[in-house]
């Protein structure tokens, strides 16, 4: 709009589809990114990730990753938040996992909140959700022993977040108003290591269905949504009372495309 010779039209119109998104203001493009990379002489292994959903992983992965790998992945996903899980996960383990890690950022920077501080050795890590639209996932090993790596995939999510605070509440968009139709919506709950975490719902009313397809609401025990599940839930039934066995649960809620109810209200604690 800014240097159109007609006030309140586009400068430029996509053809032969005008819906489709050109340009962008939010960050560096991958041709940005490789550009830097060259020259100043990095690691190949950063990019911007921009797709609804995708995977990456270390470099050679399976097979062992290099010494001295500085690596970040940007994920963006305009107007939606980010659910980020790891499908294997095996590094150097070291104390306070200074040589090789993982570390996640909520935002596009490593100025922004910590999600994930440096994670080492081997197992799952935890599911987590970004704040916002951006998520900067950081991996870095030092000179000398390396391991098979990692690999992470990702999805668009309406809403959500990854809740550390020792209590809080959660609801679904737009509580106590209708939420929206044709939502996904992820929370993570996590606690320290030992804390178990309790769960009671305060209001519940979905869309009803004999097998809560269509609007319903899970609680995993865990981050992962594999991870064992009460539920699903919808219409108007009682809720219990849930507890955690570790330190990790997800909260999944979806609603489909037709009706709009007033949702649900939890609170938690740990």
Known sequence: YDFSSTPGKPTIVPVPNPSVPIGQREGLS????????????????????????????????????????????????????????????????????????IKVYSGNSKNSPVLLDKYCGQGLLPSIVASGSTMLVEFASDETVTATGFKASYNRVNCGDTLKDSSGVITSPNYPNK?????????????????????????FELEDNDRCVYDYLLIHDGSRPMSPAAGPYCGTKKVADFTSTANFVLVEFHSDTVWEFPGFKLSYTF
């Open 30 to 101: 991958n041709l940005d990114v490789a550009k830097i990379n060259k020259l100043y002489k990095c690691n190949c292994c950063s990019s911007v990730l921009a797709k609804t959903k995708g995977s990456f992983s270390s470099v050679n992965y399976p097979s062992p990753y290099p010494n001295n790998s500085n690596c970040l992945w940007l994920i963006r996903i305009r107007r939606n938040k980010i659910f980020l899980q790891f499908e294997a996960f095996d590094l150097q383990t070291s104390p306070d996992c200074s040589s090789d890690y």
């Open 179 to 203: 939420y929206p139709k044709n939502r996904a919506c992820f929370w993570v709950i996590s606690s320290p290591v030992g804390y178990k975490i309790s769960l009671k719902m305060l209001f």
